[in-house]
């Protein structure tokens, strides 16, 4: 009796949880017993035909090839030729006097017409195939011009079907936030965040912890600022879903991950490490614990300067805070200069400004279209170009929607300067980590001379004094010019609204 191996196939492993393997293998079965043949083998492979490689199968060719067996069977031919790579595999075998049989088609491949029958129906199942793979892209094309996203959600996002967006999810979003956030401080490397990751409860789709690939990864992804870029192809479209980091944060995080920024993974991060320099010979004060005190020392050996506590350096902070005397009288008459001015300003930026930015970036997207029609550039550099564009576009568009806010908030005036009225009171109770930050947002000129601490209230730290004094009647850098002019822009900038978002989350970890 014939010994021939049963192959029997399907394309995903949810198509075989049914009755198709089954159904193949019952017919194989039926064709062996009616034709006096022994299945001494099943291959039964849960992949697609459309690729090569398929392990199954390249096993089962090289176990034919070894005459393990006399013949194989399969249900029909489209079973393992939809591929004409594989399909010249069993060709070979033919040719070699090895026995090929379909249980439902009748083909005599001993025979010339049988193999063309044969050859014909193996190009017309590739030809499927190919068009099927066709339609598939041109589906997933217009999802992605639509803005959608129509694969797996990445980590931090929720599917909800075909033909909607993405949206955060609750657990995950705010820890993806983080991750961001963290690594763009510039005070951890990927693998030093990955622990601090895994204590806060991030994990990966299947809920197991996120691998250092897969935070590599995430950081890596412009979907998170609202960009959708496809790897293979390196395209990018404008999503639809909701952002979780602003594309500041991705642009800041990118320059690090490209060695453009100062990335270092941190053991020991001391409260006030990388602030101060020895005002004598301009070397980094280096903190280092001993006998369960936190020292900053001058690593220059000639040098007079030597250690200082971290004590000192606090106390020296704290008063340094404290020289802007802030009243309520004081924030009241502010409030009404400085609500006037920024609307003036937001009202000039939010006409001219950032619509003619949007405008020119549209042209230039026009531009880089005409340019990859004539072929002037490649596919390669129109979508790294496109990339750059929706980035700075979504930049604006942050930009643009601050502008509304702080026009429709009147209350952001108010809260900024109470934010430097109670500065030293939320310096005197923040955790180490933020005082390192207040620290080097609201300080500057920060450095050690022997044992004495120097340091001065930051730049726009400075022209609140000066406006508090021009209030009072006191000389100050304010003469001869308004209020409003001393403190132009201060509410708006970068540093004050880190402060205002760490005062946020201070009273958001209070609240709890």
Not at 186 to 211: A, C
Not at 323 to 350: C, F, K, M, P
Request: a positive charge; proline letters at 4%; aromatic letters at 6%.
């Amino acid at each position: 009796m014939k010994s021939c191996f049963g192959y029997i196939r399907v394309s995903t492993v949810k198509q075989g949880d049914g009755v198709s393997l089954e159904a193949q293998k019952e017919a194989i079965q039926v064709f062996a017993s009616r034709n006096g043949i022994t299945i001494t083998q099943w291959f039964e492979e849960k992949e697609t035909a459309a690729k090569r490689g398929r392990p199954i199968f390249n096993r089962m060719i090289l176990s034919l090839r070894r005459r393990q067996a006399d013949g194989l069977i399969v249900h029909k031919i489209d079973r393992f030729a939809r591929n004409l790579i594989d399909y010249g595999k069993i060709s070979e075998l033919m040719d070699l006097g090895i026995d090929v049989y379909t249980a439902i088609e009748s083909l005599d491949f001993q025979t010339r017409g049988g193999r063309l029958a044969a050859d014909v129906q193996a190009v017309v199942a590739a030809d499927f195939i190919r068009n099927q793979r066709q339609e598939t892209i041109k589906g997933l094309s217009g999802r992605l011009n639509q803005g959608l996203y129509p694969f797996k959600a990445p980590v931090g996002y929720l599917d909800n079907g075909g033909g909607k967006p993405k949206t955060p999810d609750p657990e995950r979003a705010p820890l993806v936030r983080v991750a961001f956030e963290l690594y763009g401080s510039g005070q951890y490397s990927q693998r030093g965040l990955l622990p601090e990751l895994h204590k806060r409860g991030l994990t990966n789709r299947d809920g197991r912890p996120l691998s250092l690939s897969g935070l590599e990864t995430m950081l890596a992804n412009p979907f998170y600022c609202g960009i959708i870029k496809i790897k293979r192809t390196g395209q990018v479209y404008q999503g639809r879903h909701e952002p979780l980091i602003p594309a500041s944060l991705f642009d800041r995080v990118k320059d690090i991950k490209d060695n453009k920024a100062v990335k270092k993974m941190t053991v020991h991060n001391h409260t006030y490490r990388r602030l101060f320099r020895c005002q004598l010979c301009d070397d980094a004060m280096v903190p280092e614990r001993q006998k369960g005190h936190v020292y900053y020392r001058c690593q220059t050996r000639e040098c007079p300067t030597k250690t200082v506590r971290e004590e000192a350096i606090e106390t020296a902070i704290l008063a340094c805070l404290c020289r802007i005397h802030l009243t309520d009288d004081h924030i009241d008459q502010l409030v009404t200069q400085l609500d006037a001015w920024i609307s003036d300003r937001n009202e000039v930026e939010g006409a001219d400004a950032l619509p003619l930015q949007l405008a020119a970036i549209e042209s230039k997207r026009e531009r880089l279209t005409d340019a990859l029609i004539d072929r002037l550039i490649s596919q390669e550099t129109f979508h790294q170009r496109c990339e750059v564009l929706l980035l700075e576009e979504a930049g604006l568009n942050e930009k643009q929607a601050r502008i509304e806010a702080q026009r429709t908030d009147p209350e952001q005036t108010r809260k900024f300067l109470e934010l430097v009225k109670n500065l030293a009171f939320t310096y005197l109770f923040a955790a180490p980590q933020q005082k390192q930050q207040i620290a080097r947002i609201a300080t500057s000129n920060r450095s050690v001379i022997g044992k004495n601490v120097c340091i001065e209230p930051s730049i726009w730290l400075r022209e609140v004094g000066h406006a508090v004094a021009a209030l009072n009647g006191a000389p100050s850098a304010c003469a001869g010019r308004t209020l409003t002019d001393a403190l132009s822009g201060v509410a708006k900038k970068p540093e004050v609204l880190e402060l205002l978002k760490l005062q946020d989350s201070q009273s958001r970890q209070h609240y709890r």
